[in-house]
């Protein structure tokens, strides 16, 4: 029924090699789509974190001028004659920020400050990113720059984070308007 070749006695050496090489290309190429993918989601990842954290910053100034309103404070400076005072605004000010409240930086800070010490952001034992040294450092740093609209209606908020990655420094900035709507 079968016609067996009586001279073939099995595969070459030559169409052994070309299978294996074959092979090899193949799994080289999906390899290499892995290692990709797994740089990819680390790249995502810190992006998200930034972005969160960039986010949490504009939320924790709004969230100081909601509580001036609720103290029936001004909305920008808090003051209402309790002695406390939780400025929002103090001539377009830099600061940094925690769920703790506002902490001022030296002297107005730019981007390239962004890297220093009092922005670098913690990790406390709760899991909380802190502008407090707990020993747990993240490769985090954040501002807080607001500035102050001359007809006194508005305040201009923006959050930016920043963080190395492979010797890249990367950068993550949100802004908003806050209104005295009260």
Known sequence: MFKTNKNQKGFSMM???????IIVFGLLGVSSLVIQNLQAQSVNKEYLIASMLAQEGLELVRNQRDNNWLR????KDGENGSGSDTDIVQNDQTYIIDYRGFGYVNAGP????L????????KDANGYYTIVNTGNATAYYRLIHITEDASDNFIGASSTVMWENRGNTKTYQVDTILYDWR
Request: charged share 25%.
């Open 15 to 21: 169409e052994l090699m070309t299978v294996i090489t």
């Open 72 to 75: 029936a404070a001004d909305w």
């Open 110 to 113: 730019d981007l390239a400050d």
């Open 115 to 122: 890297g220093s010490d009092p922005t670098r952001l913690y």
